[in-house]
């Protein structure tokens, strides 16, 4: 309702002052000038924007179609930013007969799509990062093997349609990246992250990114 | 080479090797195997209809002044959004380097984003330029695959 009567008034005012509405956006969360760069690609010579620091407010003059889709975009993302869980594993593939039940469910799904000869799972992580953010988390593997996973997170996106984390993830060795990609990932669901390079003379790696935003 | 073999080599195989042309082991193993070569059948397929998909989209992509949502798509990274087939189905596309430039042709040589209206309840990949990448669903709803070649 609140948002219906906000997008109404933007509308009257465009009307009332020859097609441009003014508006002024305080912000609770965000920087002006975050917000400022959020509306990049909504500029253009007739939009006109002001900013000022104490209150953290932006003024926007523009065409009335244009301020709705401008208080869209500032209602999605003056928010506060949430935690984000992001639950790590990293898993062998190929020789392994014995079912790992740490890893049943990305096993089953691994088995329908591949024909490694088997998954165990070789180390696992849980990382907390407000977004944006950055984390960077060592792994330690049964026989001594050191991996790092470092995660990016650029930004979540939260909407009426549901909630996803956009993030660059890597993994690596001593010996060098083993994975690396961006992804974007709604809250709670699981992607498999694997590459057809294999690395000379060992076992292909396999890292599970489930991020959860609190 | 063995099937196993043949599978992992087919992530990384261009097209002509997946039709089974030339002298490499990948296209001998293909022409005396129909499992693979089903497989690497379904993966032309894939491709194909993933360059349909573009081309579509690239046809589709907004001229000037349209609202300010494509606009910044079209500034955004390059995004490979895979349409995927029904919920239930197991569906295999793979981005070869054709269809990598695919994306990039085009009069302004921008990035098409092609968008789902299910983004924001499907694991989506953006791809770094160059290599190719596999995202499939499997039977979980909860569990996508991304395979990098």
Known sequence: MRRLLMMTAALVLAACEGGDGTRTFVLQHLEPDAALALLGPYMGE?????????????????????????????????????????????IEADGFTEPDPAIADVQQALGELFRFSGYRLAAEVVAQVKAPGFV??????GEGQEYMIEAQVTRVIQSDAGHAVELGVSLTSPQ??????????????????????????????????????? | MNCDEARRALLEADPAELRGTGTGALALHLRDCASCRADAERILEGTAALNTAIGQAAAARPAPGVPALRRRARAARTRLLVPLAAAAALAVLLLSGDVMDALRSGDDARPVMVQRPDALRTPSVNAAGGRGVAVMRTANPDITVVWTF
């Open chain 1, 46 to 90: 007739d939009v006109k924007v002001a900013t000022t620091k104490e209150p953290p407010t932006l003024r926007v003059t523009a065409p009335g179609d244009r301020l709705v889709e401008i208080e869209r975009v500032i209602e999605q993302y003056d928010r506060a930013a949430p935690d984000v869980q992001l639950r790590f594993q990293i």
């Open chain 1, 136 to 141: 960077q988390q060592r792994a330690v593997a």
């Open chain 1, 176 to 214: 060098g990246t083993i994975l690396s990609t961006q992804l974007t990932v709604p809250s709670g669901q699981t992607v498999v992250v694997g590459s057809a390079r294999a690395r000379a003379g060992a076992n292909t790696l396999i890292l599970v990114v489930r991020p959860v935003m609190r």
